[in-house]
């Protein structure tokens, strides 16, 4: 059962709740370097040696031979020697990688390494000259090298892991996870979708919670993942982003130039996630928080903190923090993360992070997270956490197809102007780069975002800057009403405002089944967004979750996106933990396999409305019965009433001439009209009876003197 999202708030740092649907079993995974045997060596004690750094050594003690025991200063001994064997599972483990590129690479290592022990330097220095005197050699000395540990082998040596690839990494997260960590900050109902597809239930409806919980915990186990950059295998840097002081170089030229190389390679499987992060259920997730001291960027009014691994968000992203141009990978360790008091098993705090937010002034509260799949949101200038917003939208609304890609590594740098945070983006059909330039300012949230998306397959329908929300029901479709509360809702509408001019006010709604509406943007770059317009408590009389402070979010392109389609996705729900809504631009350009895209835009987490021409705006809508009061509702027929309000409609009366422009493509108009509303300046209302149909239908209005338009058009759709 679903944990009270209510009682998700009592802990700050609570990132997710247990998994709806139980985790399959994994799928078989090759063995890591770690893992590997090698040629049978084992310790003095018996036990196997999997160790690579005394591959040569531990086989020389079995056999008695020479083999492999050459020391690292000779070249060819190390090449095809004691480490033959490491070239080949390195070959296999690194299967995107052509063996030339891997040959390369070890021989730049090598020549690094013989340049710094021929000075004295170097962290091989001293243990070549341990090497020369190991009973495997057949010298002895004072500095011979001491055996292993009984049972143990010696650690692997650090060249090695340059070219391990570190473990891919994938969110994996039930719907309900980012819902109620956003809860803990008082902040209501949101989901957290995992990387995966959607699949309709046995009703029909998707619920998207537990497809993607189950879904997603399948491609952990089994799917397909994406390798991590070479690079970022061997930065490191404390939680505070303390570490090495070098560094690798970073751009964002740089890390385009990655994604481009990665979408040309082949994808790698993904291992399981760590079953200690699955057994961290909903109760551990309230007791585990990340340890203010070690913010990052502590003293400069954008600290960082970190998110633990959970059951809900079990496989780690990397984290690197950029200064003057190069990046220091932060090092993940169990004491960054602090267990508080409580009830059940003892959390089990790992070595590992499922992603990041941004804290206000003085560590109180966050404005921004990044959690799980490409997913991120503010809590805007209300500060109140409501709808998110994706890096990218895969084939959403076709049945059995949605791909959910990840941000599988991000690299935050602190600027005059505010923080930048750069993400990769990694999925079965595409490989992006992501660039947020972030900044508060007095009355939003603004993020400038570019990206670069190269597809490794074909795409049906490419999703640009989509927007998820959560509508359940308001005024307007009371036949869906099951609470007490009058309204339930993240946003309550979509506003479109086109190169033409035109705003276009479309209401969401809670269809019976799966919609998707196409609005037509032949000349390309239509701002758009989900908006919250309703902000009177009274109409939601929630004191726990304050549906009228949620942010609402405009979308606004920047440069010549060409020609393409807003589209609406909604979809039926029954309840306020299932975010239903999604919205995001599609272009006209086929997504072929091979095609590569950019997209460059500003989002602006909003407390009110984008700026406005002086054009009234729709304020209320009702639906019920067709007909004049007093008589007999007229049969098969619908009635809907829509409020407008603007400075532009003060002192217009009936003789004004004020008409109300109105169509539908399915069924009748029976009844138009449009009037002042008594007693309310500056606003009118506009009614309108249609006889029912048996398919949606669209009804347009707008008001409108002598051809001159007054307000924005509302499309309003029965069902």
Not at 206 to 232: C, E, K, N, Y
Not at 280 to 293: C, G, K, L, M, V
Not at 680 to 701: E, F, H, K, Y
């Amino acid at each position: 059962m679903t944990p009270d999202r209510r009682a998700g708030r009592r802990a700050i740092d609570d990132p997710s709740p247990p998994a709806l649907i139980p985790a399959p079993e994994p799928a078989p995974e090759p063995p890591s370097l770690a893992q590997a045997p090698r040629c049978g060596a084992r310790t003095r004690s018996g036990a196997p040696c999997r160790s690579p750094a005394v591959q040569g050594r531990a086989r020389c003690r079995m056999h008695g031979g020479k083999g492999g025991g050459a020391p690292r200063g000779n070249r060819n001994a190390w090449k095809h020697g004691a480490y033959s064997g490491r070239t080949l599972e390195i070959a296999r483990i690194l299967r995107a990688t052509s063996p030339a590129a891997i040959r390369r690479m070890l021989r730049e290592e090598v020549d690094a390494r013989e340049e710094g022990d021929a000075r004295g330097e170097g962290p091989d220095a001293e243990k070549m000259k341990n090497e020369r005197t190991t009973p495997c050699n057949g010298k002895k000395g004072p500095a011979a090298t001491p055996p292993p540990a009984p049972g143990r082998c010696p650690a692997a040596t650090d060249v090695m892991a340059d070219f391990r690839r570190p473990a891919p990494l994938q969110p994996s997260f039930s719907f309900d996870s980012y819902r109620n960590f956003r809860d803990a900050y008082g902040s209501g109902p949101h989901p957290l979708w995992t990387t995966g597809e959607t699949k309709p239930n046995r009703t029909g409806m998707i619920d998207r919670r537990q497809s993607m919980a189950l879904l997603g915990s399948a491609l952990a186990f089994g799917g397909t993942a994406w390798a991590a950059p070479r690079a970022s295998a061997r930065a490191a840097a404390g939680a505070s982003g303390r570490g090495r002081a070098a560094g690798e170089p970073f751009s964002w030229d740089w890390l385009k130039g990655h994604a481009a190389a990665m979408a040309r390679s082949r994808p790698t499987p993904m291992p399981k996630p760590d079953p200690r992060a699955l057994a961290n259920d909903y109760d551990a997730a309230n007791r585990i928080s990340f340890r203010p001291d070690r913010t990052i960027f502590a003293d400069d009014g954008y600290g960082v903190r970190l998110f633990p691994l959970l059951k809900a968000a079990p496989v780690p992203v990397e984290i690197s923090i950029v200064e003057r141009g190069r990046a220091r990978l932060i090092e993940h360790s169990e004491d960054m993360f602090q267990v508080g008091p409580g009830e059940g098993p003892e959390p089990h705090v790992l070595a590992g992070v499922a992603g990041f937010r941004v804290m206000n002034r003085g560590g109180v509260g966050d404005w921004l997270a990044f959690l799980g799949a490409s997913y991120f949101r503010s809590s805007g200038p209300l500060h109140q956490y409501g709808l998110s917003a994706r890096g990218l939208a895969i084939d959403t609304g076709i049945d059995g197809k949605e791909e959910f890609p990840a941000f599988t590594h991000f690299w935050l740098e602190r600027t005059r102007a505010g923080l930048t945070i750069y993400a990769l983006l990694q999925g079965p059909s595409v490989v992006g780069a992501w660039r947020f330039a972030n900044r508060m300012e007095a009355d939003a949230v603004v993020q400038d975002v570019s990206s670069a998306i190269w597809l490794r397959r074909d795409v049906e329908r490419l999703g640009i800057a989509p927007l998820t929300s959560m509508f359940w029901y308001d005024e307007g479709n009371p036949q869906a009403r099951a609470d007490w509360r009058p309204e339930i809702h993240d946003s309550d509408g979509l506003l479109i405002h086109n190169k033409a001019g035109e705003r276009i006010w479309r209401p969401l709604g809670n269809p019976p089944r799966p919609t998707i509406n196409a609005f037509a943007d032949p000349g390309g770059g239509s701002a758009f967004g989900l908006l919250q317009r309703d902000r009177a408590f009274d109409h939601y009389q929630d004191d726990g979750v304050f549906y009228e402070k949620r942010p609402s979010l405009w979308v606004e392109p920047v440069g010549d996106w060409g020609p393409g389609a807003v589209m609406l996705y909604e979809i039926p729900t029954a309840k306020e933990t299932d975010d239903n809504i999604v919205a995001f631009w599609t272009p006209d350009r086929p997504a072929r396999a091979g095609t590569t895209f950019t997209f460059d835009y500003r989002l602006r987490w909003l407390g009110g409305e984008p700026a406005a021409p002086a054009l009234a705006r729709v304020v209320d809508r009702w639906t019920g019965t067709a007909g004049r009061p007093g008589l007999e509702p007229i049969a098969n027929a619908r009635r809907l009433v829509v409020d407008f309000e603007g400075a532009g409609l003060r002192g217009l009366d009936r003789r004004s001439g004020v008409t109300a422009a109105v169509s539908i493509d399915q069924g009748k108009l029976l009844l138009v009209d449009a009037y002042p509303v008594v007693g309310q300046p500056g606003r009118w209302r506009m009614i309108a009876d249609v006889t029912r149909s048996n398919r949606p239908a669209n009804l347009r209005a707008t008001l409108e003197k002598d051809g001159r338009t007054l307000s924005e058009t509302v499309i309003h759709q029965f069902y």
